[in-house]
T-cell receptor, first 112, second 113 residues
């Protein structure tokens, strides 16, 4: 009965590879997000989708491409991984008409 | 743009000590303010929130009051426990219906028995 789930929890890969992280929420929320947490714990928004439509796209390299097949899922695909992409990526969702979010457990990406 | 500044950590306290983590913000409008907590190896959980000036958010013994005049939202707890050891994030959101969260830097709290 997990509210916001992410897979995988850990991802270790080589530079130059392409990888995806999946996120699903079973809360019926309309809006979903991707946040990046760097090694100093600083959290910053990357993308936001509302009902499968992209509404926030921060200054993120175009190697990062979010995809929302339906409003319960928001996946993050990363091409040509670089060392600096190593971080914890959090998915989150929020219900319509509210200003708070529910977060997933995070995916720790390590690029070697 | 919006920003949130938290007191630098890490903070180390003994059990039953008083906790204050300072948070100030800059925003163009009238944001909602939040404290999120991240326990080791876990995602963020909403700890408390306040949506307008002078509101007090409270949960699990933690409190924070929305002070518009000082643009602050300091987190306090009268008596911390070892289980409170975590990273605490102050955040703001401007608007409803899926607005982004702008986070502070996070403050690592360690409570020793």
């Amino acid at each position: 009965d997990t509210a916001v789930s992410q897979t995988p929890k850990y991802l270790v890969t080589q530079m130059g590879n392409d990888k995806s992280i999946k996120c699903e929420q079973n809360l019926g929320h309309d809006t979903m997000y991707w946040y990046k947490q760097d090694s100093k714990k600083f959290l910053k928004i990357m993308f936001s989708y509302n009902n499968k439509e992209l509404i926030i796209n921060e200054t993120v390299p175009n190697r990062f491409s979010p995809k929302s097949p339906d409003k319960a899922h928001l996946n993050l695909h990363i091409n040509s991984l670089e060392l600096g992409d190593s971080a914890v990526y959090f998915c989150a969702s929020s219900p319509s008409g509210t200003d708070y979010s529910f977060f997933g457990p995070g995916t720790r990406l390590t690029v070697l | 743009g919006d920003s949130v500044t938290q007191m630098e950590g890490p903070v180390t306290l003994s059990e039953e000590a008083f906790l204050t983590i300072n948070c100030t913000y800059t925003a163009t409008g009238y944001p909602s303010l939040f404290w999120y907590v991240q326990y080791p190896g876990e995602g963020l959980q909403l700890l408390l929130k306040a949506t307008k000036a002078d509101d007090k958010g409270s949960n699990k013994g933690f409190e924070a009051t929305y002070r518009k005049e000082t643009t602050s939202f300091h987190l306090e707890k009268g008596s911390v426990q070892v289980s409170d050891s975590a990273v605490y994030f102050c955040a703001l959101s401007e608007g409803t219906s899926g607005s982004r969260l702008t986070f502070g830097e996070g403050t690592q709290l360690t409570v020793n028995p």
